[in-house]
T-cell receptor
């Protein structure tokens, strides 16, 4: 039973355009959400997070939006750069145990 | 500041053989995690340590997997005996405290033949 779902295995965008990566969750207890980026042969790197008390968090080119009623979050990258090409994992946790539950990841390719 | 260090980076063994992975967390990080990442999946937590105490090992297959963090710093994850289905990347992560961001090491890619 996948509690965190990333339904798009891959996404391809042109350099300079917006990349939108989506994530859905089923567990109502989740109250903290994170995005990790992973390059080949490296471990995941923390990118950005959002608490359930917010609906938006921005850090430079990266913005995460949270829609609690829809149990949906998205990561926007503007403008996209070739160096952003990586696998992006959505993860969620609850305040009760802080255990991270990851999605399967989305491979983003930014074409020059 | 050095990140999370893991060794070896790659390991190939035959089934039924034992294998061990080592992790040195970021200095000062009290919480240490071991994850397993199967091909095409996200990381899944195996065990979490608070200092030297294993506080969540509910996902660790205890018949063949064991872990230790004797002095509350580095940690070892062992599989004995390994099975074909254990082929995966084993990731170690650490955080200052449980509520803090988790920082991952590069992982150990295990192949069981």
């Amino acid at each position: 039973d996948q509690q965190v779902k990333q339904n798009s295995p891959s996404l391809s965008v042109q350099e300079g355009r917006i990349s939108i990566l989506n994530c859905d969750y089923t567990n109502s207890m989740f109250d903290y959400f994170l995005w990790y980026k992973k390059y080949p042969a490296e471990g995941p790197t923390f990118l950005i997070s959002i608490s359930s008390i917010k609906d938006k968090n921005e850090d430079g080119r990266f913005t995460v939006f949270l829609n609690k009623s829809a149990k949906h979050l998205s990561l926007h990258i503007v403008p996209s750069q070739p160096g952003d090409s990586a696998v992006y994992f959505c993860a969620a946790s609850s305040g009760s145990n802080y255990k991270l539950t990851f999605g399967k990841g989305t491979l983003l390719t930014v074409n020059p | 500041e050095a990140g999370v260090v893991q060794s070896p980076r790659y390991k190939i063994i035959e089934k039924k053989q034992p294998v061990a992975f080592w992790c040195n967390p970021i200095s000062g990080h009290n919480t240490l995690y071991w994850y397993r990442q199967n091909l095409g999946q996200g990381p899944e937590l195996l065990i979490r340590y608070e200092n030297e105490e294993a506080v969540d090992d509910s996902q660790l297959p205890k018949d063949r997997f064991s872990a230790e963090r004797l002095k509350g710093v580095d940690s070892t994850l062992k599989i004995q005996p390994a099975e074909l289905g254990d082929s995966a990347v084993y990731l170690c992560a650490s955080s200052l405290v449980i509520t803090d961001t988790q920082y991952f090491g590069p992982g150990t890619r295990l192949t069981v033949l």
